[in-house]
């Protein structure tokens, strides 16, 4: 028995507890399976989550690697949240999914974890878990779908159910035709094949140094995928014997390298709200400012919708996530080590850019600054952030009135109203959609565009809101607005023809009402009627704990770390 080992805490001794935990276990595992080390495996794979649903399989490879690496596999299924399948939104558990997975992973004899996720939610809440256990992790994405097509033309995930839903409301696509899109865009296992948030989280937990390097953005069904995970289920046995938990090397240059990453290949904005949240669980101070500071001069060399043109599958045929590594390499923070114990920066010399149209070389950027823009102003004091690769350059510079919508109802009931006072210069505002007005900060800061305004050709507006933005949705949009209305910010004082100045160059975002008006204003009854009140259950305590967007989103009392020590004897 090696009493270096945590799970020697439960097997080791001749005591009735050591009794009990071992014989309880003895169900076909190896004899001498006390002596090993235990690996977990933190699966997400459930029949509701179905980017998700194909980790069993992968589990399976997983638990081939750590028997042949001489460990124990012991699979853990973990709160799993599938994106479109959850209302009122999946975040709103992201933090549960994180709690219960640390609860379980510390309440166990468990010396080591796997981690497998894929959509969107799912891996950030792994790295929350594994940040505040602290014992040896590897994730192991799932893996984007393949390429869905629809009469010769691909298909993305999200971004062109967005782009279709805004046809059929602007009349040049039938509803008939809209319905057979359905079954042709999702092809197989794997998730959103957008460069949407899962794609994205997965690409930046590597870049974080949590996935062994290469592995993240490997399609679902590619058979290089199961050999990954069986490498890394090995790996994960070695990591115990190093006992490299996630705090002995993911440090401020870990953040560092994964915001030059998210702006290189063009992520998603909730990408912000996660890392502040992880970093948070370790003690890193990262803050809004450093994702303005350190994406700005990053380049867009990947052109994936919802910013570009091509898909997951074409980015890995194309060279993959080192490759566009290795163009920004001399942005990188060289110290940053990774789960092997090796420097980020080793992973690159070999990476090549086999398609130019896909991944662009440094040259020739899509985009030269690519970094998400922090503002700060009279309607966000905390800051907001938006995304210009993904918003229409003639809005970046934009003042307008503002139509004021107090709720996601409202915005329903009256945004195609014939009668609605606005045009392609207003600014739409939405607010009452923050972590504690509608729990769980739902995707809608993408609001639909008034319909009139779309037959008239309009493609895009200027959108404000304190709720977040789906990573496959594009669109001149300022969003995560701190302090959100609920929670006293400006933004639920506005009122209908207020002017708005946004200046992304600048960094503001101000609303042109004097102070002295703003201090004379109180909050309409229909926004106060929209906030959050719930009576009981996980909505009651997250709506009382959950901090705002520029801390993560991640409740108050979760911040930080407990380890990995129970904190008493059981029986
Ligand atoms: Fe699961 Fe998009 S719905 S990744």
Redesign the pocket.
């Known amino acids: 028995m090696s009493a270096s080992l945590r799970s020697a805490q439960w097997y080791a001794g001749a005591d009735h507890n050591a009794y009990i935990h071992r014989a309880w276990m003895r169900r076909g595992v190896p004899g001498d399976f006390a002596d090993r080390p235990q690996i977990a495996i933190a699966n997400t794979a459930s029949d509701l ?3 998700n649903a194909h980790l069993t399989e992968v589990a399976q490879s997983v638990k081939n690697g750590v028997y042949e690496a001489g460990g124990i596999p012991l699979e853990l299924p973990v709160v799993s949240l ?3 399948q959850v209302r009122p939104t999946a975040m709103l558990w992201r933090n549960m999914a994180a709690l219960a997975t640390e609860e379980m992973l510390r309440a166990n004899p468990i010396d080591g974890v796997v981690l497998l996720g ?3 939610k799912t891996i950030p809440a792994l790295l929350m878990a594994a940040a505040s256990v602290d014992l040896p992790a590897v994730v192991v994405p799932g893996g984007p779908m393949l390429t869905g097509h629809f009469r010769g033309l691909p298909l993305g ?2 971004t062109d159910v967005w782009r279709s839903t805004e046809e059929v409301r602007a009349g040049r696509l039938g509803e008939e035709e809209f319905r057979r899109t359905e079954s042709a865009m999702i092809r197989g296992k794997g ?2 094949n957008t460069m ?3 794609s994205t989280m997965a690409l930046v937990a590597e870049a974080l140094g949590m996935v062994l390097p290469g592995l993240a953005g490997t399609p679902a069904p590619d058979a290089r995928l199961l050999a990954a995970a069986h490498e890394s289920g090995r790996f994960a046995v070695e990591l115990v014997a190093e006992g490299r938990a996630p705090t002995s090397f993911l440090t401020t240059g870990s953040f560092h390298n994964a915001i030059v990453a998210l702006a290189a290949v063009g992520g998603s904005t909730n990408a912000v709200v996660h890392l502040l949240a992880i970093a948070g669980r370790l003690g890193i101070d990262l803050t809004l400012d450093d994702f303005d500071r350190v994406g700005a001069g990053v380049p867009l060399l990947v052109n994936l919708l919802p910013a570009g043109a091509f898909l997951m599958d074409d980015f890995h045929r194309a060279g993959g996530f080192l490759a566009v590594l290795r163009e920004v390499r001399d942005l990188l923070d060289p110290t940053a080590l990774t789960i092997t114990g090796r420097p980020l920066v080793a992973y690159l010399d070999d990476a090549q850019i086999w398609d130019p149209v896909v991944i662009t070389p440094r040259e020739t950027p899509l985009q030269p600054n690519a970094g998400i823009a922090v503002l700060r102003g009279s309607l966000a004091p905390r800051g907001a952030i938006v995304k210009p690769a993904a918003a229409s350059p003639h809005l970046l510079k934009h003042r307008g009135r503002a139509v004021v919508f107090s709720s996601i109802e409202d915005l329903r009931a009256r945004i195609d109203d014939p009668d609605l006072d606005v045009d392609e210069d207003s600014v739409l505002v939405l607010r009452g959609c923050g972590p504690k007005g509608y729990p769980g900060m739902p995707e809608v800061s993408n609001m639909p565009l008034p319909r009139k305004l779309l037959e008239r050709g309009v493609r895009d507006m200027v959108r404000v809101c304190d709720g977040r933005m789906s990573g ?1 949705a594009y669109g001149t949009v300022v969003l995560h607005v701190t302090p959100e209305a609920a929670a006293g910010g400006p933004l639920a004082l506005v009122r209908d023809g207020d002017w708005i100045d946004l200046d992304v160059r600048a960094r503001r975002l101000d609303l042109d009402v004097s102070a002295d008006e703003l201090a004379d204003r109180t909050v309409d009854e229909a926004t106060a009627r929209g906030y959050a009140n719930p009576r009981r259950g996980w909505e009651r305590l997250y709506v009382d704990h959950v901090l705002q967007a520029d801390a993560g989103a991640d409740l108050d009392f979760l911040v930080g770390s407990s380890g990995a020590e129970v904190s008493r004897e059981s029986h």
């Open positions: 989550t179905p980017c599938g994106e479109t894929g959509c969107d995930c999200g998730h959103c949407g948030t899962a496959t």
